[in-house]
């Protein structure tokens, strides 16, 4: 591979969004969450971005922007893939709040734990704003969401 291609390489994985997994980080999962968020909710006239994506066993959480929109995914994998369960606010890292909506209690604190890790690099701002979010949004398989405010 020539310098340039391994240092176009190098600068594009130094900039790929954080993923904390159990046991190796996989690119398969974080790929699947990142399509079917874009599938969703992306639209010309309102980019998504998604990150950071952290993934615990079969939950994920996934922060987003769009517009003047942000917020958190909770994400869910089962039989058919991975799943938009809700979208949210801070409500997303309270383990207890995960505890209600069917996550044992000890993997949602090791994925809010992870996420809030995953999130602290992005700084005080983004972090506001992800939080910031009105509300939850309970979305089903292949759904997207109707919020008043909109996302």
């Known amino acids: 591979m020539p310098f340039l291609s391994r240092l176009a390489l190098v600068a594009a994985l130094s900039l790929a969004t954080p993923v904390l997994a159990d046991g190796p980080m996989s690119s398969a999962d974080t790929g699947a969450i990142t399509h079917l968020m874009m599938a969703q909710f992306d639209r010309p006239e309102a980019p998504l971005t998604v990150e950071p994506i952290t993934i615990r066993g079969d939950t994920a959480i996934a922060g987003w922007r769009q517009g003047e929109m942000a917020g958190r995914a909770l994400l869910r994998q089962g039989a058919e893939g991975w799943v938009i369960v809700l979208c949210a606010g801070e409500e997303v890292l309270d383990p ?56």
Do not use: K, N, W
């Not at 604190?109 to 506001?128: D, H, N, P, V």
């Open 96 to 151: 207890q709040y995960l505890a209600h909506h069917g996550i044992d209690g000890s993997a949602a604190q090791s994925l809010t734990e992870a996420a809030r890790g995953a999130e602290s690099g992005l700084g005080g701002a983004l972090i506001a704003r992800l939080d910031a979010f009105e509300g939850v949004v309970l979305i089903g398989p292949g759904e997207g969401h109707h919020a008043p405010a909109g996302h």
